[in-house]
């Protein structure tokens, strides 16, 4: 069965239930609850999901090859950052004889485990068959085990768990829920040195559907490597995608980015791998897209790399191929910091020469950095903040609380020794205080993070920044938007700019459970009045750009001569 199945063709005995014409595959990306308990959606998303389109591209793959036989499959995406789900609708759909229907929680993180399974509760009720996968529930069997309180109460709702990779198993799943016969657990990542190999999997597809809700229809996500060399101990993917890179063959990542270009216009990407630099076939890759340039496909990229020292042509084939922006985890500028969660290849007497080497490319430096490392103190991390952008000079900051997720190094060993996080999974997001620091009160910790963000995004820094680029209008207008972006998010809308997209909705009705449904008319006046302070916000913000815009632009040849 598994061979037919991964090879192509297909099955060889009929299927269980013979009347099912159509089978239909619902993929959600969920979201979180707010603080207040409110779903956290926006008008228009910003990053969308890689996993959905890695798990629309396994899907549509196994329709095109008929594995399953004569049979009708439908893919149908929601990102629930930027979509409802409509749940009664989806309940709908199943209620017909003639057609199967299967739902899917895709990419689930710890902080949306409890939506997750919110939604899948719902779904269960009414009879259909879920799956849950994702860094939570692959993570947590990979260091913990199956028998991890989370992990069983899946287990006791009658919800398939899937852990791991499942471009190799993708069709034996779909099998099973076909005929009725899912499993409890799919594991298929507990052999960290034997992973699926990507090289030709099927490539990642953009849902047109999903992606109408997205502020910029040509932004793409897609992952052409996975997996990390280094040990870094908070760290979740090298205990879920392992310590050994595998990566898409340049080619098929060349077709994908032509094909996406003509097809769907996407022109922009950020590439999810965790470490792009540490690709065997960087070179060849950076490559494939040069001669995309050279044919009119004018792809940029963003790109995630690390500190460590590289080869001399790795940063100008990286700009000559289109990438405008790297990310780079600096994690801390405290070495003593840097040494406790095992970043060993990130020495800080490096950061500025390696900023300067990109922005010598024309390409754009972001930061990640952690406040709440152990040797952090309340009056250090201003400190630190003010070296990041007097000296290091990063371009653009994203900031996160120090957070044991599971999957991680640091989660286990504090499980382990028994020490408090907190049991709240919804505030596993790096954005709030789930441990006890050692040096500062949650409030002290939750003050210097939130200070981070205002002091990096602060208009004197902005100007500087902006003022480092005017000679290049195109980096300098690509900026001005992150900001608009950023700043927005972190200090107005008060979200992180990472999940965040613009203008937030609140649906009344669509309330973690425990809290209180607000009567229709007290949720409107509520909201009214968020909406007019955001209005007052947004106007003061404005007023602050135009300003950072008349300091920071590039004066004409007139102007000059005055």
Same mark, same amino acid.
């Given at each position: 069965?598994?061979?037919?199945?991964?090879?192509?063709?297909?099955?060889?005995?009929?299927?269980?239930?013979?009347?099912?014409?159509?089978?239909?595959?619902? =993929?959600?990306?969920? $979201?979180?609850?707010?603080?207040? *308990?409110? %779903?956290?959606?926006? #008008?228009?998303?910003? /990053?969308?999901?890689?996993?959905?389109?890695?798990?629309?591209?396994?899907?549509?793959?196994?329709?095109?090859?008929?594995?399953?036989?004569?049979?009708?499959?439908?893919?149908?995406?929601?990102?629930?950052?930027?979509?409802?789900?409509?749940?009664?609708?989806?309940?709908?759909?199943?209620?017909?004889?003639?057609?199967?229907?299967?739902?899917?929680?895709?990419?689930?993180?710890?902080?949306?485990?409890?939506?997750?399974?919110?939604?899948?509760?719902?779904?269960?009720?009414?009879?259909?068959?879920?799956?849950?996968?994702?860094?939570?529930?692959?993570?947590?069997?990979?260091?913990?085990?199956?028998?991890?309180?989370?992990?069983?109460? =899946?287990?006791?709702? $009658?919800?398939?768990?899937?852990? *791991?990779? %499942?471009?190799?198993? #993708?069709?034996?799943? /779909?099998?099973?829920?076909?005929?009725?016969?899912?499993?409890?657990?799919?594991?298929?990542?507990?052999?960290?040195?034997?992973?699926?190999?990507?090289?030709?999997?099927?490539?990642?597809?953009?849902?047109?559907?999903?992606?109408?809700?997205?502020?910029?229809?040509?932004?793409?996500?897609?992952?052409?490597?996975?997996?990390?060399?280094?040990?870094?101990?908070?760290?979740?993917i090298i205990n879920v995608q392992g310590r050994k890179m595998r990566e898409r063959s340049p080619e098929s990542?060349?077709?994908?980015?032509?094909?996406?270009?003509?097809?769907?216009?996407?022109?922009?990407?950020?590439?999810?791998?965790?470490?792009?630099?540490?690709?065997? =076939?960087?070179?060849?890759?950076?490559?494939?897209?040069?001669?995309?340039?050279?044919?009119?496909?004018?792809?940029?990229?963003?790109?995630?790399?690390?500190?460590?020292?590289?080869?001399?042509?790795?940063?100008?084939?990286?700009?000559?191929?289109?990438?405008?922006?790297?990310?780079?985890?600096?994690?801390?500028?405290?070495?003593?910091?840097?040494?406790?969660?095992?970043?060993?290849?990130?020495?800080?007497?490096?950061?500025?020469?390696?900023?300067?080497?990109?922005?010598?490319?024309?390409?754009?430096?972001?930061?990640?950095?952690?406040?709440?490392?152990?040797?952090?103190?309340?009056?250090?991390?201003?400190?630190?903040?003010?070296?990041?952008?007097?000296?290091?000079?990063?371009?653009?900051?994203?900031?996160?609380?120090?957070?044991?997720?599971?999957?991680?190094?640091?989660?286990?060993?504090?499980?382990?020794?028994?020490?408090?996080?907190?049991?709240?999974?919804?505030?596993?997001?790096?954005?709030?205080?789930?441990?006890?620091?050692?040096?500062?009160?949650?409030?002290?910790?939750?003050?210097?993070?939130?200070?981070?963000?205002?002091?990096?995004?602060?208009?004197?820094?902005?100007?500087?920044?902006?003022?480092?680029?005017?000679?290049?209008?195109?980096?300098?207008?690509?900026?001005?938007?992150?900001?608009?972006?950023?700043?927005?998010?972190?200090?107005?809308?008060?979200?992180?700019?990472?999940?965040?997209?613009?203008?937030?909705?609140?649906?009344?009705?669509?309330?973690?459970?425990?809290?209180?449904?607000?009567?229709?008319?007290?949720?409107?006046?509520?909201?009214?009045?968020?909406?007019?302070?955001?209005?007052?916000?947004?106007?003061?913000?404005?007023?602050?750009?135009?300003?950072?815009?008349?300091?920071?632009?590039?004066?004409?040849?007139?102007?000059?001569?005055?």
């Amino acid at each position: 069965m598994f061979q037919k199945l991964t090879s192509g063709g297909a099955v060889d005995s009929p299927r269980e239930n013979e009347r099912i014409k159509k089978f239909r595959i619902v =993929l959600i990306k969920p $979201s979180k609850y707010d603080d207040e *308990g409110y %779903v956290i959606r926006f #008008w228009k998303g910003v /990053l969308p999901s890689n996993t959905l389109n890695v798990l629309h591209g396994l899907t549509e793959d196994v329709s095109e090859r008929r594995v399953l036989g004569d049979l009708d499959m439908e893919v149908v995406t929601f990102d629930e950052t930027a979509e409802n789900i409509p749940v009664r609708k989806v309940i709908r759909w199943s209620q017909r004889r003639d057609r199967k229907l299967l739902v899917c929680l895709v990419g689930v993180q710890t902080n949306q485990f409890p939506r997750a399974l919110d939604l899948a509760r719902r779904f269960r009720a009414a009879g259909i068959d879920v799956i849950m996968g994702g860094f939570h529930t692959s993570g947590t069997i990979n260091m913990l085990g199956e028998q991890e309180p989370d992990i069983q109460e =899946l287990v006791r709702e $009658s919800i398939t768990i899937v852990s *791991g990779e %499942v471009e190799e198993n #993708w069709a034996e799943i /779909l099998a099973d829920a076909l005929n009725g016969r899912l499993k409890p657990i799919y594991s298929f990542a507990q052999d960290l040195q034997n992973l699926v190999d990507i090289g030709n999997a099927p490539l990642p597809l953009v849902s047109h559907k999903t992606m109408r809700h997205f502020a910029r229809p040509g932004f793409g996500t897609a992952d052409t490597s996975r997996g990390c060399p280094f040990a870094c101990s908070f760290c979740t993917i090298i205990n879920v995608q392992g310590r050994k890179m595998r990566e898409r063959s340049p080619e098929s990542i060349a077709e994908m980015l032509r094909w996406n270009y003509r097809e769907n216009g996407i022109s922009f990407y950020f590439f999810t791998d965790d470490n792009f630099a540490r690709k065997k =076939l960087w070179r060849e890759t950076f490559q494939e897209m040069i001669k995309l340039q050279k044919e009119g496909i004018k792809v940029a990229f963003m790109m995630q790399v690390d500190l460590a020292r590289k080869p001399k042509d790795f940063v100008p084939l990286a700009a000559e191929a289109g990438c405008t922006q790297v990310f780079i985890g600096m994690e801390s500028v405290n070495p003593e910091n840097l040494k406790a969660e095992g970043k060993g290849q990130n020495h800080v007497e490096e950061y500025q020469n390696i900023i300067k080497e990109w922005h010598d490319a024309g390409v754009v430096v972001h930061t990640g950095y952690i406040i709440g490392l152990p040797f952090d103190t309340k009056e250090q991390v201003p400190q630190d903040i003010r070296y990041l952008t007097d000296v290091i000079q990063a371009d653009q900051a994203s900031f996160f609380m120090l957070t044991p997720l599971p999957g991680s190094h640091d989660h286990r060993e504090m499980k382990k020794r028994g020490e408090w996080m907190d049991p709240d999974f919804n505030k596993r997001d790096s954005f709030h205080a789930t441990i006890k620091h050692p040096h500062m009160t949650a409030e002290e910790w939750t003050e210097a993070y939130e200070e981070a963000w205002t002091s990096f995004y602060s208009k004197e820094n902005m100007i500087r920044i902006l003022s480092r680029w005017n000679h290049n209008a195109k980096v300098y207008w690509n900026l001005m938007m992150v900001f608009f972006w950023y700043k927005n998010a972190a200090l107005i809308e008060k979200e992180h700019p990472m999940i965040a997209g613009f203008f937030r909705l609140k649906e009344r009705l669509s309330r973690r459970p425990g809290f209180p449904i607000d009567p229709l008319l007290v949720h409107l006046w509520k909201r009214s009045k968020e909406v007019f302070q955001l209005f007052i916000s947004w106007a003061k913000f404005l007023k602050e750009m135009e300003e950072v815009w008349l300091q920071t632009r590039k004066k004409s040849e007139k102007e000059e001569r005055w």
